[in-house]
């Protein structure tokens, strides 16, 4: 997806074409910063508070330095929502650490850069195929669940998904589990029970994720976290994905393995999160 006209830079909207970073900022070089996509509805950054929690926490963990002021941060996004007019548009928001490792830049005057850029919404098959991927999430690793900049191995995962027929990735981990996709986190339904990985599997914990689990009461269904292996996926009435640009989306298809949709859950969950959205957009307009 191509970006828009403007940039946030370090609370300034700039053009995209105008040369900010330079050579030596060790983040860039590494991949040692930290980052965040928020979904864009009506003008309002969906969940802002929750994105910036989860980003001070993988923050404090990655030791990236963050500003002090999420209020400030808010404003530039919706400032640079108005001048590229992305009112329905995804949203990137990164910090990038620029000092103290290897190859450090003279040049370098912030402890951080922090960078936003937004694009148009991708359209999503109304259904996804998964492929497998053994051994691709390490869930002991003290970074397990840390959104970072180094974020090659799942996007050259999602391009193998891609090239071999499948729209995303299942991943599993040292223990044969399921833990999430390259960019979307994974739930099943068994009659009443959705389930979803907990976060000891070395999934990240998503908002869309996290919202489901702790704001949405749909009658016929409780949402948990519980360990799902491969053959559970098989065994369930309904296997669906979430993230911030997808929403909810059933799968139709996972390698390997017979899938069902025998399940109304995935439509009766989006339906209550869809009103959650939209209360929280009339809320922070």
């Given at each position: 997806m191509v970006i828009h006209p403007h940039i946030l830079y370090n609370g300034r909207v700039s053009s995209a074409s105008e040369t900010l970073l330079c050579p030596?900022?060790?983040?860039?070089?590494?991949?040692?910063?930290?980052?965040?996509?928020?979904?864009?509805?009506?003008?309002?950054?969906?969940?802002f508070a929750r994105h910036w929690a989860r980003i001070r926490r993988d923050a404090e963990?990655?030791?990236?330095?963050?500003?002090?002021?999420?209020?400030?941060?808010?404003?530039?996004?919706?400032?640079?929502?108005?001048?590229?007019?992305?009112?329905?548009?995804?949203?990137?928001?990164?910090?990038?650490?620029?000092?103290?490792?290897?190859?450090?830049g003279p040049?370098?005057?912030?402890?951080?850069?922090?960078?936003?850029?937004?694009?148009?919404l991708h359209h999503w098959p109304a259904g996804v195929r998964l492929g497998l991927k053994a051994q691709a999430r390490h869930a002991a690793c003290d970074f397990a669940g840390v959104k970072i900049l180094s974020w090659a191995a799942n996007l050259t995962w999602f391009e193998e998904a891609r090239s071999s027929g499948w729209d995303e990735m299942?991943?599993?981990?040292?223990?044969g589990e399921v833990s999430e996709c390259t960019s979307a986190n994974v739930f099943a339904a068994f009659g009443g029970?959705?389930?979803?990985?907990?976060?000891?599997?070395?999934?990240?914990?998503?908002?869309?994720?996290?919202?489901?689990?702790?704001?949405?009461?749909?009658?016929?269904?409780?949402?948990?976290?519980?360990?799902?292996?491969?053959?559970?996926l098989e065994r369930a009435d309904q296997v669906f994905i979430t993230s911030t640009t997808r929403h909810l989306l059933p799968v139709t298809m996972i390698e390997g393995l017979r899938v069902c949709?025998?399940?109304?859950?995935?439509?009766?969950?989006?339906m209550a999160f869809d009103a959650y959205v939209r209360e929280y957009v009339a809320a922070h307009r």
């Amino acid at each position: 997806m191509v970006i828009h006209p403007h940039i946030l830079y370090n609370g300034r909207v700039s053009s995209a074409s105008e040369t900010l970073l330079c050579p030596g900022q060790v983040g860039l070089l590494s991949g040692w910063g930290v980052f965040t996509t928020i979904r864009v509805y009506d003008g309002v950054p969906f969940a802002f508070a929750r994105h910036w929690a989860r980003i001070r926490r993988d923050a404090e963990l990655m030791h990236v330095p963050l500003p002090d002021d999420p209020a400030a941060i808010e404003s530039g996004l919706r400032e640079l929502i108005r001048v590229n007019s992305a009112h329905n548009a995804s949203l990137r928001l990164v910090v990038v650490r620029n000092r103290n490792g290897l190859w450090e830049g003279p040049a370098n005057t912030r402890d951080c850069d922090v960078i936003a850029l937004t694009t148009d919404l991708h359209h999503w098959p109304a259904g996804v195929r998964l492929g497998l991927k053994a051994q691709a999430r390490h869930a002991a690793c003290d970074f397990a669940g840390v959104k970072i900049l180094s974020w090659a191995a799942n996007l050259t995962w999602f391009e193998e998904a891609r090239s071999s027929g499948w729209d995303e990735m299942v991943l599993l981990n040292e223990r044969g589990e399921v833990s999430e996709c390259t960019s979307a986190n994974v739930f099943a339904a068994f009659g009443g029970e959705v389930r979803t990985p907990p976060l000891n599997s070395g999934c990240l914990p998503g908002v869309t994720r996290e919202v489901l689990l702790n704001e949405i009461h749909v009658p016929d269904f409780r949402i948990v976290e519980q360990t799902l292996l491969p053959a559970d996926l098989e065994r369930a009435d309904q296997v669906f994905i979430t993230s911030t640009t997808r929403h909810l989306l059933p799968v139709t298809m996972i390698e390997g393995l017979r899938v069902c949709n025998n399940s109304d859950a995935c439509r009766q969950l989006r339906m209550a999160f869809d009103a959650y959205v939209r209360e929280y957009v009339a809320a922070h307009r």
